[in-house]
């Protein structure tokens, strides 16, 4: 099993930046990807962003290409989003996504495996 905890989401203004965690732990060895995807009031869940453990390839959905960044640190198991100037569209809960399989698409939230509890980002104008 594996657990993802984020943090380092919060309130503030437009054009702010934030740096979002995602600590993982348990049977990390068994994960391909990790993804960042967000939810906000009244839609559904969509993906942000996804990297590789191994290797570091990155992919972002278009919407946040240019303002997003996704990282990880492996020694700590941790992986992170990077989000500058931010707008008020981004306000939504934030949350944290492991897949354990290589091939499926990781721009599908439903195929993560692994899911965090969320973390509000909230954007004012």
């Known amino acids: 099993h594996v657990q993802l905890v984020e943090s380092g989401g919060g309130l503030v203004q437009a054009g702010d930046s934030l740096r979002l965690s995602c600590a993982a732990s348990?049977?990390?060895?068994?994960?391909?990807?990790m993804g960042w995807c967000r939810q906000a009031p009244g839609k559904d869940r969509e993906f942000v962003a996804a990297i590789r453990w191994s290797g570091g390839t990155t992919y972002y959905a278009d919407s946040v290409k240019g303002r997003f960044t996704i990282s990880r640190d492996n020694a700590k198991n941790t992986v992170y989003l990077q989000i500058n100037s931010l707008k008020p569209e981004d306000t939504a809960v934030y949350y944290c996504?492991?897949?354990?399989?290589?091939?499926?698409?990781?721009?599908?939230?439903?195929?993560?495996?692994?899911w965090g509890q969320g973390t509000q980002v909230t954007v004012s104008s």
């Open positions: 996504a492991a897949d354990r399989d290589y091939y499926s698409d990781y721009g599908l939230t439903y195929n993560y495996d692994y």
């Open positions: 348990g049977r990390t060895f068994s994960l391909f990807t």
